[in-house]
């Protein structure tokens, strides 16, 4: 565990009078043929990598894991920036860290970004791969970055680094056929972040975690909850994680990676069309806490990619 300094009723649920929570997947109306919004909007560290970390900074023999930081994966990225100490420096020593929550002119990041630093290679990026738009749209994205800092260089889920550590990660779900692990349940076609379409049968969950100084395998823990309402989780019961065998497959910015961790589900008894919430539950030791993900300050779209659809 890094212990560097980081910035960082009992409920009721009558059934008779509950509001029935909105199904964010009913498609009353069409999706329009060609969508003018993003999946992952603006400013989610989750577009950051995606637009601008990988196309533009992974590159071979650059931050493609053969130094830090390193920017392969939405989580590689993210815990070797925030709150993370800096091996190059300014003549002055002026950074102790890349990406200081709140703070842009202490994040070493924006200045790599932004300035020419003696000793050091130039001003970043120094290359671009072919589907980089960096060159039209440099200020764009520098502008993208400073504000995510300034608010705080929160994750993908929207949490702020946590005091002491920063919280383990879920960075892909992927569903199969219940002891199987080849072919992968496809998620709906519709624009935007859709649903893992699934049968009303014996499912296989494959969840792959990620933690800047624990190992996926050495989580404790190990559990999470499935719901069809959001407001229900907790006074779901929740049920174990498997772990003991790996798969790999691409996580949310399809990279491929590690799947660890299984939950076996029968969704024998709900019916085509049902939205399933799904909610993994992990502890890397630190200081007893529980991180819950996705949890009620997720917002869409990451919030979709831990949801099921029953198929017809």
């Known amino acids: 565990m890094r212990r560097t300094t980081h910035i960082l009723g009992g409920i009721l649920l009558l059934a008779a009078c509950q509001k029935e929570e909105a199904n964010p997947f009913d498609r009353e109306a069409p999706a329009p043929s060609n969508p003018t919004v993003a999946a992952i909007p603006q400013g989610n560290f989750a577009w950051i990598h995606q637009r601008i970390l990988r196309p533009s900074c992974a590159l071979s023999g650059c931050h493609d894991g053969s130094f830090e930081p390193e920017f392969r994966t939405i989580s590689g990225a993210y815990n070797s920036l925030v709150m993370h100490p800096v091996i190059a420096n300014d003549p002055q020593n002026s950074f102790t860290y890349r990406v200081v929550p709140g703070d842009v002119n202490a994040s070493f990041l924006h200045e790599r970004l932004t300035a020419f630093v003696p000793n050091t290679s130039g001003i970043m990026p120094l290359g671009f791969t072919e589907d980089s738009d960096w060159p039209a749209n440099q200020q764009a994205y520098i502008n993208a970055i400073t504000t995510w800092i300034q608010g705080g260089a929160r994750d993908m889920f929207g949490r702020p680094p946590a005091a002491g550590d920063l919280q383990p990660q879920v960075i892909g779900l992927l569903a199969f056929p219940a002891g199987t692990s080849s072919t992968a349940f496809p998620r709906g076609t519709d624009p935007g ?96 806490s529980v991180t819950e993900v996705p949890n009620d300050g997720t917002e869409a779209p990451m919030l979709h990619y831990f949801t099921l659809r029953i198929t017809p």
């Open 193 to 288: 972040v859709q649903p893992i379409e699934v049968p009303a049968g014996p499912v296989d969950l494959w969840f792959a975690f990620a933690d800047d100084q624990t190992a996926a395998s050495e989580l404790g823990v190990n559990q999470y909850r499935i719901t069809t309402n959001t407001a229900a989780f907790p006074t779901t019961p929740a049920a174990a994680l498997q772990l003991g065998g790996t798969i790999t497959g691409p996580d949310f910015g399809n990279s491929a990676t590690a799947f660890t961790h299984r939950a076996t589900l029968d969704l024998s008894t709900y019916t085509a069309g049902t939205v399933l919430f799904v909610r993994a539950y992990v502890s890397d030791g630190d200081d007893g």
